[in-house]
């Protein structure tokens, strides 16, 4: 079940950021679309608030889960947890079914 093989774990790591990288650039373009020019600043500096404050907490968590459950477990459950996070904002209907702003309309506004 667990791969012991550098190769297919980069193989599968890579798999793993293939799919979130464009989420990631997905959630990016549709957060500045939809943003007034003017909110962008505020929008921006939201957003790497939060960002910032999570940040602590991804190694605080990451060490409990190597102390208390081993390499393994915690490399299944950090995997789960990027792959889930990716399929939910890959599918997610808000994301999907969002009406963009056309490009003349924020060409008019901007």
């Known amino acids: 079940m667990f791969a012991y093989n550098p190769f297919v774990i980069g193989a599968l790591l890579a798999l793993t950021y293939f799919t979130s990288a464009p989420a990631n650039g ?23 608030l939060v960002a910032g404050l999570a940040a602590p907490l991804g190694p605080l968590g990451g060490g409990w889960l ?34 963009l702003p056309a490009l003349n309309d924020r060409e008019n506004h901007g």
Do not use: H, K, W, Y
């Open 26 to 48: 997905m959630l990016a373009a549709i957060q500045i679309s939809i943003t007034p020019p003017e909110m962008q600043g505020r929008m921006m500096s939201a957003v790497m």
């Open 66 to 99: 190597l102390q208390d459950f081993g390499v393994r477990a915690t490399f299944v459950v950090l995997t789960c947890m990027s792959a889930a996070i990716t399929a939910v904002v890959l599918l997610s209907p808000a994301v999907r079914l969002m009406r």
